[in-house]
């Protein structure tokens, strides 16, 4: 069955970097395409980075782009997000999905995507 654990979470300033992991088990890494999402308080869940699957294509929201870099090791199983110069607006609890998709590129639409982790909290404040 497939999983996916997130970890890395955590409180940080602002300005200040975080790295998120996704750890995933129970099926043919390679041939899935992942995203990371975020969900504030009171707000909907947002997509914030996608990854394809053979060819690594990405995406970001425009809020992110040149802040954050999403990456995948297909040797470890496991989808990173990196977050840099981290602002009080990217609060929020960060969660990594799974979509089958070997070819092509996914989005940043929460209701493309079949498997998802528990989710981990970053808090950005001073």
């Known amino acids: 069955q497939l999983q996916l654990g997130e970890s890395g979470g955590g409180l940080v300033q602002p300005g200040g970097s975080l790295r998120l992991s996704c750890a995933v088990s129970?099926?043919?890494?390679?041939?899935?395409?992942f995203g990371w999402f975020r969900q504030a308080p009171g707000k909907e869940r947002e997509g914030v980075a996608c990854?394809?699957?053979?060819?690594?294509?990405?995406k970001y929201r425009d809020s992110v782009k040149g802040r954050f870099t999403i990456s995948r090791d297909n040797a470890k199983n496991t989808v990173y997000l990196q977050m840099d110069n981290l602002q009080p607006e990217d609060t929020a609890v960060y969660s990594c999905?799974?979509?089958?998709?070997?070819?092509?590129?996914?989005?940043?639409?929460?209701?493309?995507?079949?498997?998802w982790g528990q989710g981990t909290q970053v808090t950005v404040s001073s």
């Open positions: 129970g099926f043919t890494f390679h041939a899935y395409a």
């Open positions: 999905a799974a979509e089958r998709l070997p070819f092509g590129n996914p989005g940043l639409m929460p209701n493309e995507y079949d498997f």
């Open positions: 990854i394809s699957g053979t060819e690594g294509g990405t």
